[in-house]
């Protein structure tokens, strides 16, 4: 292009977090602007550009407080106040659900949590010709850059970053490209690593004295892009971890809740969108179970039926569940919903799908007439493909909270409460899985 530099008023922001331009017709992305503003801006890429000088600033435009956020990956979105980021994400949820067919209750509650409360990390790893890096990628890049500073991880998940660069670079193991995955679980941080060649004896005594030395009660290790289960390659101490008073010895690199003021927000959300008053009898379907972040709180007020497609998933989940109100089911739901009939007799439906949505299974729960049917979503855009369903389907929507644990990304997170009338029969139980 002869002239790649421009000049755009912006519209608004984007689903990704980047101000939209249509003054040239098709939309026009621009990095690190956002809406109401003008802006110098240069091309790069189709319909992509990159703001170099703010022209006439949004009065939500704030100084981004991480020196590193206009390389760094990580973040989009700190140059946006807070607060505004917050009703950003509120508006991207109502957006998808009117877009489903739904009147959008007034007042929606909404939650964010604060900096430096991140409990996973998910690291690149690269050696180069002055050794390891360990960070992130650079915006829409392969290059690593090293993670020196960090403003949404806890700190002790920060300050752990150092030693595990010091000791990868003794690693024979690690050629050229690898990652680290670390959750602080209750007993502390459960490192998953992987490198592009085996490792050594050596590298397993370096790792061993490594998580002596920094409290780490258990490291695992696959082979880079490798689908094997990972290898415990030493376990110092049990890696425990606990919801609502049960405690289990999570599967490594499981899911987890990205801060545990997300956790709570979106458990205690699920819940309050329960009936109020639930028979001891009550039976609770939970989809996507995991390891039992939603199912050890609803096991308290109703008996909770879970599928989970993870097997290891599925054997942590059954062990902590012994004794308490948790059926659980090995079942992955992308091939093998669980089909509309077998949801009969059930007070409640709550799914916590991935990030592309729950699939097949959407179509079951929209035409299984279960009254209750609690959604818990990661992504406004599947959300809202799902939701259509429920909508053509006759649900109504009661209740939604927006949890934005993702501080200062794109990521919106919600649950929403579907509801349905139906007549009052007495239904069989929930049927066992075929």
Not at 126 to 153: F, K, N, Q, W, Y
Not at 365 to 382: D, E, F, K, Q, R
Request: net charge positive; with cysteine; aromatic share 4%.
């Amino acid at each position: 292009m002869a002239n790649p530099s421009f000049t755009a008023r912006i519209d608004s922001l984007g689903i990704e977090g980047d101000g939209v331009s249509r003054e040239r017709g098709a939309p026009v992305h621009v990095r690190y602007a956002l809406g109401g503003e003008t802006v110098s801006a240069r091309t790069i890429g189709r319909g992509r550009a990159t703001a170099t000088e703010i022209l006439s600033p949004s009065p939500d435009r704030v100084v981004p407080p991480c020196s590193l956020f206009f390389e760094c990956g990580g973040c989009v979105l700190q140059h946006l106040d807070r607060a505004a980021l917050l009703s950003w994400k509120t508006g991207l949820v109502g957006d998808a659900l009117r877009n489903a067919g739904f009147t959008v209750p007034a007042g929606i509650k909404a939650t964010q949590s604060p900096p430096r409360t991140r409990r996973r990390m998910d690291m690149a790893v690269r050696r180069g010709p002055d050794g390891v890096i360990v960070g992130l990628h650079v915006r829409g890049s392969d290059e690593v850059i090293a993670l020196t500073e960090c403003h949404v991880l806890i700190p002790q998940l920060f300050t752990l970053i150092a030693p595990l660069q010091a000791v990868l670079t003794r690693l024979q193991g690690l050629r050229r490209i690898g990652s680290a995955s670390v959750n602080l679980l209750d007993s502390g941080p459960d490192i998953l690593l992987s490198s592009d060649a085996p490792l050594v004896p050596r590298d397993r005594t370096i790792l061993a004295e490594f998580a002596l030395t920094n409290g780490v009660p258990r490291i695992a290790w696959q082979l880079e892009g490798g689908r094997a289960v990972p290898e415990t390659i030493c376990s110092i101490a049990p890696a425990t971890h606990s919801f609502s008073g049960a405690t289990l010895s999570p599967p490594t690199g499981t899911f987890l809740q990205a801060t545990i003021e997300g956790e709570h927000a979106i458990t205690d959300a699920v819940l309050a969108a329960l009936p109020a008053r639930l028979p001891r009898s009550a039976r609770v379907v939970e989809l996507y179970a995991g390891c039992g972040t939603i199912s050890f709180p609803l096991s308290e007020r109703a008996r909770v039926i879970a599928y989970e497609g993870n097997p290891l998933s599925v054997g942590c989940l059954r062990t902590a569940g012994a004794g308490r109100r948790v059926e659980v089911h090995l079942r992955d739901l992308n091939r093998q919903p669980v089909m509309a009939r077998d949801f009969a007799g059930a007070t409640a439906i709550v799914l916590d799908p991935p990030h592309s949505g729950a699939g097949a299974q959407a179509r079951e729960l929209a035409t299984s007439g279960v009254p209750n049917i609690i959604y818990v979503s990661c992504n406004p855009t599947a959300l809202a493909q799902d939701a259509k369903l429920l909508a053509d389907a006759g649900y109504k929507l009661q209740q939604v909270t927006v949890i934005d644990q993702f501080l200062w990304s794109a990521r919106a997170e919600s649950v929403s409460l579907f509801t349905k009338t139906i007549a009052t029969r007495r239904g069989p139980l929930v049927r066992p899985p075929r």
